[in-house]
């Protein structure tokens, strides 16, 4: 194929040639046009014995006719004649104007002959000519005929005697390819950043490409999850280019439909040097399939939402955009401990689901803060009856109760202790005068034991039998964590946490922000506090904005799916900030970027490469709101 295409550009260049030839000679030109003629009609033989006589005759048509000679005998099958012809073309006119068409022809007949060294040193000499792009270009068939058939050394050896970068760069597109073939990873990042160096050089890298790898499914009307994060990802991106000389790309790949494996997907975005870094898988499976690839490559993978732990250590090249599962139960122990300052904590751990990892993490974490009591239960997510923990969870908190008794023979040393830790003289004459007995951190709070204890103040054991009383309200508990993965136990879970009057400050995961189900379960909810990766201030004036605009452009709802492309490309383009910009130190930027210009969440990561930031979020007053955010420590 490669010759018929050239034996084409031949004709059309003689076409031109017959037309540009100033006729100075009358008879000459007549025998010139001859030569030509039977040449254009495949009568190679005539064109030859022809164009032999015109460059015998040393006239003004011989340098032409000479070029046409040699490619005649080559139409003709005599490789050896038309090399002797070539090859004294060069030595007769060393500076003639069809060199390119000369030395090409040269190239292929090595071609046809299989001789590829001397067929790569007609390249040689070709790389020595000043070729325009256009020229380049059509040489790139018959380098590709010569390079594959040399080995990856011989490649690489050549490569450093050729000076023109349009080759250079050539040798190094195809010796990138073949190291990532061999999965050489020394040899994938030496190769790519000299490449990449080249293009810089020749002002190549002012736009860049983004690979994207999502479960699309592009065959169904359908919305899932890939199209919604894809729609973020292309609306960021399509705003940057409205904005900006540099232009992003993003090369979108389903792997849902796309008849090759994702670690075939992933190999052949790593082949296009221009692909800065890969958004995507989404799932946690499938970024440990690809891992060792990202680790050989040397590509970033930056998924928006994956969240098991470990993710990070599978190669130094993914990046997790998403906090962990571990992470999260981590963020709200810091919180409920440090920040909040609770000491004595219940765990309703779910028998199984990734809510279980939360329970379990928040437990390690708390235990890691000292915490001063920590009591876990299990329940079983599917059946949702929690009877037999919370009934539990009561028992613990009558055994950690401490009880004060009101009556009319208090001395009045303990009536002052009692005022001097904010008791009133009408509270604790109303209380005498009823006999009432009242929980220590009923009336002072988390901290009542240790006032009552610093105040020598007298109390006792709470009556055990309050345990299955449930008008017996118990406060020993400070608070409650209830990790779920399904937002539609939350009714459930929060009456039958209510009916057992466990009078606590409860706790959950993400999966507790669900408007429509909170408010169902109010107010059962109220005062819930829970961790989560997004919030959406409809009162943020960006946000406001960010919807009119996106309403207009995009037919699906501005949805928490589409926020994570949205956050995770505004991430990716904050360090993708000059034109230097390579796989390798992109990993290094986005590790070192701690700026915060999240719109519903931060992401700044942590030395592992995972997302440090969460919100806490509050169901107060049937809203919910953000009241604090949190950075986890590692």
Request: hydrophobic letters at 40%; charged letters at 25%; aromatic letters at 10%.
């Amino acid at each position: 194929m490669i010759l018929i295409r050239y034996k084409f550009h031949l004709l059309i260049l003689l076409l031109i040639l017959s037309n540009s030839i100033v006729a100075q000679d009358k008879d000459e030109r007549i025998e010139f046009e001859k030569a030509l003629y039977f040449y254009k009609l495949g009568d190679f033989n005539s064109a030859a014995e022809r164009f032999n006589k015109l460059v015998e005759n040393n006239g003004i048509y011989s340098e032409e006719s000479h070029y046409i000679l040699a490619a005649s005998l080559y139409y003709l099958n005599r490789y050896e004649d038309a090399l002797n012809e070539i090859s004294s073309f060069l030595k007769r006119y060393p500076v003639s104007k069809y060199l390119y068409d000369v030395l090409s022809t040269q190239c292929i007949i090595y071609l046809q002959k299989k001789e590829i060294i001397e067929a790569e040193n007609s390249l040689k000499s070709l790389s020595e000519l000043n070729l325009s792009s256009e020229e380049f270009d059509k040489l790139i068939p018959l380098m590709n005929e010569v390079t594959k058939s040399l080995n990856f050394s011989h490649i690489e050896k050549s490569f450093e005697q050729f000076n023109n970068k349009l080759f250079r760069e050539y040798f190094l597109e195809i010796l990138f390819q073949r190291a990532i073939d061999m999965k050489d990873k020394t040899k994938i990042k030496e190769i790519y950043l000299k490449l990449i160096g080249l293009q810089q050089e020749r002002n190549l890298r002012a736009n860049f490409n983004i690979g994207v790898i999502l479960p699309l499914n592009l065959s169904s009307e359908k919305v899932n999850p890939g199209n919604e994060i894809l729609e973020g990802l292309k609306f960021v991106v399509d705003q940057y280019n409205h904005e900006h000389d540099n232009q992003i790309g993003l090369i979108i790949k389903d792997s849902e439909s796309e008849n090759k494996s994702i670690s075939a997907i992933i190999k052949e975005l790593v082949k296009d040097p221009t692909i800065i870094c890969v958004v995507g898988p989404i799932y946690s499976e499938a970024v440990k399939e690809i891992a060792q690839f990202a680790e050989i490559y040397g590509i970033p993978i930056v998924t928006p939402t994956a969240t098991s732990a470990g993710l990070t250590n599978l190669s130094n090249f993914i990046f997790q955009f998403n906090p962990t599962l571990e992470m999260r139960g981590f963020a709200m122990a810091e919180y409920v401990i440090n920040k909040l300052g609770l000491r004595r904590i219940a765990v309703l751990t779910p028998s199984g689901g990734y809510a279980k990892e939360i329970s379990n993490s928040f437990i390690r974490k708390a235990k890691m803060l000292g915490i001063e009591l920590l009591i876990e239960e299990m329940y079983d997510e599917k059946a949702l009856n929690l009877m037999n923990s919370l009934l539990s969870l009561r028992q613990h908190a009558i055994e950690t109760d401490r009880m004060i008794k009101f009556s009319l023979d208090i001395s009045s040393l303990q009536e002052n202790k009692l005022r001097r830790l904010g008791l009133t003289r009408e509270f604790i004459d109303s209380a005498k005068a009823k006999n009432n007995v009242y929980s220590i951190f009923e009336l002072f709070g988390k901290f009542g034991d240790k006032l009552c204890e610093s105040e020598g103040i007298k109390t006792f054991n709470r009556d055990p039998l309050d345990v299955s009383n449930l008008e017996k309200p118990l406060y020993s508990i400070d608070g409650l964590l209830i990790a779920i993965s399904d937002h539609k136990s939350i009714s459930k879970i929060a009456s039958q946490v209510n009916s057992f009057n466990l009078r606590t400050r409860l706790f959950g995961s993400d999966a507790w922000y669900s408007n429509e189900d909170l408010l169902n379960a109010f107010p059962s909810t109220d005062g819930l506090i829970f961790t989560s990766d997004y919030y959406l201030d409809e009162n943020n004036s960006s946000i406001k904005y960010l919807k009119d605009i996106f309403g207009d452009l995009v037919e699906i709802p501005l949805s928490r799916n589409v926020f994570y492309g949205i956050e995770t490309m505004r991430k990716i383009i904050s360090s993708l900030d000059d034109k230097n910009i390579n796989r390798f130190n992109f990993a290094e930027r986005i590790i070192k970027d701690k700026s915060n210009n999240g719109l519903t969440t931060q992401i700044v990561l942590n030395s592992k490469r995972i997302n440090t930031f969460l919100n806490i979020l509050q169901y107060s007053n049937r809203s919910v709101e953000k009241i604090d955010e949190i950075k986890i420590t590692d």
